[in-house]
């Protein structure tokens, strides 16, 4: 059992950066592939990026690419989320996820999930 725990949300104005934080415990964190998703108030939770276990490779949602980077830190046992130019349409909950193996976007094949944060962005 994968327990996670966000950090680093928070208020922030319009083209500013903020950088999350999610720390896993209780397996083995190299042998998952990370997610990081956000669902916004009455919003479907939505993919916004993915990392191989090694970190090697990277996939990210169109609306977020080029503004955030996805990171891990497997003797850590961290996953960071590095989000600049923030706009206010990036205002959600944001999860962090993990899953056995292959990096995917779909959040029904993400075995466990952390509590999540909020991120603010003011206009």
């Known amino acids: 059992q994968v327990q996670l725990v966000e950090s680093g949300g928070g208020l922030v104005q319009a083209g500013g950066s903020l950088r999350l934080s999610c720390a896993a415990s209780?397996?083995?964190?190299?042998?998952?592939?990370m997610g990081w998703f956000r669902q916004a108030p009455g919003k479907e939770r939505e993919f916004v990026a993915a990392?191989?276990?090694?970190?090697?490779?990277?996939i990210y949602a169109d609306s977020v690419k080029g503004r955030f980077t996805i990171s891990r830190d497997n003797a850590k046992n961290t996953v960071y989320l590095q989000m600049n130019s923030l706009k206010p349409e990036d205002t959600a909950v944001y999860y962090c996820?993990?899953?056995?193996?292959?990096?995917?976007?779909?959040?029904?094949?993400?075995?466990?999930w952390g509590q999540g944060t909020q991120v603010t962005v003011s206009s």
């Open positions: 990392i191989t276990r090694s970190g090697g490779t990277t």
């Open positions: 209780g397996g083995t964190f190299s042998t998952y592939a």
């Open positions: 996820a993990a899953r056995r193996i292959t990096i995917n976007q779909a959040a029904a094949n993400y075995e466990y």
